[in-house]
């Protein structure tokens, strides 16, 4: 009982974070592992995919009511989505993704110091592109993004939030929104997969389900009451700690110390 109140409570703030700048595994995965630490990688992975996807399903329906989005160019994006997702979660059968781990947290730091650098990233919604070439790079991210979510995933939601904000000239409420939509499809055929081979605990998948909806409720009303830059914030935050979760992850404590230090001197 103690357990399923942990993993419950982590989906809550996780479904608050996902909901508007996109890394909520940063805050649930831990927290499962932690609780279950005899059971399979698989079960825990598919049991925190189905909690999240519910949160991120009606984040994007809150979303979609209050953000005029692009349709021509967003579902043929989640399309791709889904057929990247669906690839991914094959070729992780076959290939070793332990590569990844040292790479992520490189990526998540370019993704934070353009951010940061460029102080008016996102803050207009000024799309660069026409329609046609729009959907076939939204389409190409999508797509891209399904593969890494599949075969890997930490931070999807969040490079999909900078690729749709830098590559299409999206603001971050716009980017947002796109992104829970697009999230939502790169994990459908992953959760399929999970559902179908038993990997998913229903007695504790729905009490966090319960949870991440609720959080994403929460996150969701603020990032539409206060708009881009509100998200930004938030955004740049939930980066710092997922690069500095992954740092851990991939190369240890050191790594960690080592980017506070630099944190801190660029101060």
Request: charged fraction near 10%; charge should be positive.
């Amino acid at each position: 009982m103690l357990e399923i109140t942990a993993v419950t409570l982590a989906s809550f703030a996780a479904g608050f974070v996902n909901s508007i700048a996109g890394g909520g595994g940063l805050v649930s995965i831990p927290v499962v592992f932690g609780a279950f630490p005899t059971a399979p990688a698989a079960t825990l992975f598919g049991t925190n995919k189905l909690a999240g996807i519910c949160g991120t399903i009606l984040s994007a329906t809150a979303y979609v009511r209050r953000v005029r989005l692009p349709w021509a160019t967003i579902l043929p994006a989640i399309l791709a989505a889904i057929a990247g997702g669906g690839i991914g979660a094959i070729i992780v059968t076959r290939v070793p993704s332990d590569w990844l781990r040292k790479v992520l947290p490189l990526l998540l730091m370019a993704v934070l110091v353009q951010t940061l650098l460029q102080r008016n990233l996102g803050a207009v919604h000024a799309p660069h592109h026409a329609p046609r070439t729009e959907a076939f790079l939204a389409a190409a991210i999508a797509f891209i993004l399904g593969l890494y979510d599949g075969f890997f995933g930490p931070g999807t939601g969040s490079f999909l939030i900078f690729l749709l904000v830098r590559v299409l000239g999206f603001d971050f409420l716009h980017a947002a929104a796109a992104s829970k939509l697009l999230n939502a499809a790169t994990n459908l055929a992953a959760i399929a997969i999970f559902a179908a081979t038993g990997n998913i605990w229903w007695h504790v998948a729905l009490p966090m389900a319960v949870a991440n909806v609720a959080g994403s409720v929460v996150g969701t009303h603020l990032a539409l009451r206060h708009g881009s830059r509100f998200i930004r914030v938030v955004f740049a935050v939930a980066v710092t700690l997922l690069i500095l979760k992954t740092s851990y992850d991939a190369y240890g404590f050191e790594a960690v110390t080592g980017l506070i230090r630099i944190f801190r001197g660029s101060r």
